[in-house]
């Protein structure tokens, strides 16, 4: 079973609408992270949160907000999306009890925006 | 000037030689340095670790720290098509803040 599950895996939607992205994890990590990744640019940072009450923004925050219902689930939303929110979006867990470097990425979402 | 920069490729190589992949950096404050491998339609996973300057072999891995020169390569030895992938560098800052940040990627073609 994968330890990092996302849902959606794919999805196609409108501009305008509102869409939720869930990431689930059976590791036991405290830190979670949403990531959009575009070609050419890597993985940009959107939400991170070190544990259920404590939510930050990354670097491209605006037009995302985020909600960690426990520390296993860390889903996202797009309240109005917008064709330059196209992307493949990840989710990540780590451990603060083991330094952080090594995060463990879910299979990632496809979204497209028309 | 992007923090981490990345040549994007594609690298192609024939079966068996050597790929040297690269990054530069630009904030010395940076003192974690990351390899990930990225096959197609798969998250990114955890390839190597290092902490200093200097070399860190693991298997037909070696990843290479230059720190004055802000510089960190990561070479694949005897390179088999399964290393075909999208490698990413990703790099954080030693002091409080656990924030990664990725360069662009490079896309690694291994010829049978």
């Known amino acids: 079973d994968a330890d990092v599950t996302q849902t959606p895996r794919n999805r196609i939607t409108k501009t305008g609408k509102r869409i939720m992205l869930e990431c689930s994890q059976t590791k036991g990590h405290d830190r979670m992270y949403w990531y959009r990744q575009d070609p050419g640019l890597g993985l940009q940072l959107i939400y991170y949160?070190?544990?259920?009450?404590?939510?930050n923004k990354g670097e491209i925050s605006d037009g995302y907000s985020v909600s960690r219902q426990a520390q296993a689930k860390f889903s996202l939303s797009l309240e109005s999306a917008i064709p330059n929110q196209t992307a493949l979006y990840f989710c990540?867990?780590?451990?603060?009890?083991?330094?952080?470097?090594?995060?463990?990425f879910g299979p990632g979402t496809r979204l497209t925006v028309l | 000037q992007k923090e981490v920069e990345q040549d994007p490729g594609p690298l192609s190589v024939p079966e068996g030689a050597i790929v040297s992949l690269n990054c530069t950096y630009s904030n010395s404050a940076f003192q974690y340095f990351m390899w990930y491998r990225q096959y197609s339609r798969k998250g990114p996973e955890l390839l190597m670790y290092t902490y200093s300057s200097g070399n860190k072999e693991d298997g037909r891995f070696t990843a290479q720290v230059d720190k004055s020169s802000k510089y960190i390569s990561l070479f694949i030895r005897d390179s088999q098509p399964s290393d075909s992938a999208t490698y990413l560098c990703a790099i954080r800052p030693g002091a409080a803040g656990n924030k990664l940040t990725f360069g662009g990627g490079t896309r690694v073609l291994v010829k049978p």
């Open positions: 990540a867990t780590s451990d603060s009890r083991r330094g952080d470097n090594e995060q463990f």
């Open positions: 949160s070190f544990d259920v009450k404590d939510i």
